[in-house]
Nanobody
Framework: QLQASGGGLVQAGGSLRLSCAAS????????MGWFRQAPRNRREFVAA????????GYADSVKGRFTISRDSAKNTVYLQMNSLKSEDTAVYYC??????????????????WGQGTQVTVSS
């Protein structure tokens, strides 16, 4: 239903773009989000976007560096990550949820999750 890709190894200061391709019922999900989980840490919210792309939200830790976007024609959500830091190292998950809400950062707002893609930033 959700296929994440684009992870890899990058040096600090570099960039990566993650993609999340949606299929089936998730392709029309109103809210799409990215979360990440570093070793020994809890999964945390990164960014979210609504169906039209008019509404977005970001974690404070990535504001100004990451950009979430959506191509509804391709049923794909992107996460452009610039100025990467070692603390961005994590497995990144995309998720699909229902109607846009100000609670977009809450995991319980999402009902479908992708398999995760590893991002490693070397310092």
């Amino acid at each position: 239903q959700l296929q994440a890709s684009g992870g890899g190894l990058v040096q600090a200061g570099g960039s990566l773009r993650l993609s999340c391709a949606a299929s089936g019922r998730t392709a029309t999900s109103s809210t799409m989000g990215w979360f990440r989980q570093a070793p020994r840490n809890r999964r945390e919210f990164v960014a979210a976007i609504n169906w039209s792309g008019a509404n977005t939200g970001y974690a404070d830790s990535v504001k100004g560096r990451f950009t979430i976007s959506r191509d509804s024609a391709k049923n794909t959500v992107y996460l452009q990550m610039n100025s990467l830091k070692s603390e961005d190292t994590a497995v990144y998950y995309c998720a699909a949820g229902g109607a846009w809400s100000l609670r977009y950062s809450r995991e319980e707002r999402y009902n479908t999750w992708g398999q995760g893609t590893q991002v490693t930033v070397s310092s």
